[in-house]
């Protein structure tokens, strides 16, 4: 099997031995309405409500969506319009905590088949944890055969040790979803993925399924970027998903494991999906932790309950360094997709030259592409160019830029470059 070109980062992964602890309840939570891919959901709430945790609060008729529950139990404030990090606007449901954390009755939802479970997954408000945000149900119900399902345990990024610490804090429910989607989806094998700097994950893994020959635990190398989907599937399968396919084309269905790990959970007890495991960590954090955190907490709750340095916080991400977004304050909520926010110190915006025609993007890039030639098709504004190069197959790993002696901004060109293309027709 072919190798594919990948980078080698420092791991900065000083989180990984400490247990993740739960938040004090804030006294305030913004639930946006949009918080994964597809259609935003409509509040279900108005000002003055009472609310408790796991009460569904936003809901929509799209098929592409997820339903939307509070986190916490206390009385709406108010439904304001929000802008997105990616400048999107949407509502967003205020609410003031009464500290009771009273939760809604609920009990686990009755699955009897593969329809059954993915409607309780649907209900249960899941979506990809990983980052993108694809809703879960959706990803559930391919329109070919699948015949494996890849967990991805990757978690390449530097800093981050979300995944990490569930998968030694809640191996059972991460083995629990995997199982229960084999079962109802009648996928006959499974393979964790997990990059081979974690070795007590790996060990913990092996012995939980050394009787179980239909789940495989792959070492992967610890290379970036080993979690982006197509080359997690690559590495594990030898299949390759080629342009305007999605994985499920190939066979494979890809789940991160905090995904897994939800859908087991809430099989169990019928309780949305209303917090997160996140890490807070970078140079400006005195104490970094790995915490959970209500959805719609805000940023700076996180980053005070961590002693972090507001006072020399240069730059603060949602996310990892590579495929992070930066935040222009603190004054952000937690959403679904979260598992990191980094606070850092001393960061001073690099001076751009030109390039040099070193072709250590073009060595750095896993889908082979030729980020300077990106660059140039998308300054001219030339579609066609962009096409040929296969501008849709950059994953934004950020790799290019990474390793760019210039200094250059690749992987923002070739996303901006994405937005130009003309919409093929379906």
């Known amino acids: 099997m072919r190798k594919l070109n990948s980078i080698h980062l420092n ?3 000083n989180t990984a031995e400490i247990k993740a602890v739960k938040l004090p309840t804030p006294s305030y939570v913004k639930i946006p309405m949009s918080m994964h891919m597809g259609a935003s959901c409509t509040p279900t709430v108005k000002k003055g409500d009472k609310v408790l945790v796991g009460q569904k609060i936003g809901d929509s008729d799209a098929f592409f969506s997820a339903p939307i529950h ?6 709406v404030k108010d ?4 802008r997105l990090i990616n400048g999107m606007v949407c509502k967003a449901v205020e609410i003031e905590t009464d500290g009771e954390q009273t939760h809604i009755e609920c009990s686990p939802p009755e699955i009897k088949d593969k329809e059954s479970f993915i409607s309780a997954v649907k209900e249960s408000g899941i979506c990809g944890l990983g980052g993108a945000g694809f809703p879960t149900h959706i990803k559930l119900s391919p329109k070919t055969p699948v015949d494996t399902l890849i967990i991805n345990a990757a978690e ?3 800093y981050i040790t979300a995944d990490y ?3 030694l804090e809640r191996p059972e429910n991460v083995l629990g979803g995997i199982k229960l989607i084999m079962k109802y989806l009648e996928i006959p094998k499974a393979i964790i993925g997990i990059e081979g700097n974690k070795p007590a994950a790996i060990e913990q893994f092996r012995k939980l399924t050394e009787n179980d020959e239909n789940i495989i635990i792959h070492t992967l190398p610890s290379t970036y970027p080993q979690g982006a989907e197509k080359v997690l599937i690559h590495s594990t399968t030898g299949r390759i998903v080629m342009e305007g396919q999605l994985p499920s084309d190939q066979g494979v269905i890809v789940m991160n494991v905090s995904t897994a790990a939800f859908i087991y959970k809430y099989t169990k007890t019928g309780m949305p999906l209303t917090n997160r495991r996140i890490t807070v960590e970078g140079s400006a954090v005195k104490k970094p932790l790995n915490v959970i955190a209500p959805i719609g907490t805000m940023v700076a709750e996180l980053l005070r309950f961590a002693e972090t340095d507001m006072d020399k916080t240069d730059k603060l991400i949602a996310g990892g360094p590579m495929m992070g977004s930066c935040l222009v304050s603190s ?3 937690v959403v679904k997709t979260s598992n990191s926010f980094l606070a850092m110190t001393g960061y001073q915006e690099p001076k751009t030259t030109a390039c040099i025609r070193c072709g250590r993007c073009i060595k750095a890039c896993s889908m082979n592409l030729m980020p300077t030639e990106l660059e140039k098709a998308y300054l001219r504004k030339d579609t066609a160019a962009l096409e040929s190069l296969k501008v849709n197959l950059c994953m934004n790993c950020g790799a290019c830029t990474y390793v760019c002696p210039a ?5 923002e060109t070739h996303q901006l470059a994405k937005a130009i293309m003309p919409k093929k027709k379906k």
Do not use: I
């Open 11 to 13: 791991h900065f992964k």
């Open 165 to 167: 610490r569930l998968m």
């Open 79 to 82: 439904v304001v319009d929000y």
């Open 407 to 411: 200094n250059r901004k690749l992987a």
């Open 331 to 333: 004054d952000t909520p």
């Open 156 to 158: 390449c990024e530097p």
């Open 70 to 75: 509070s986190s916490v139990s206390g009385t």
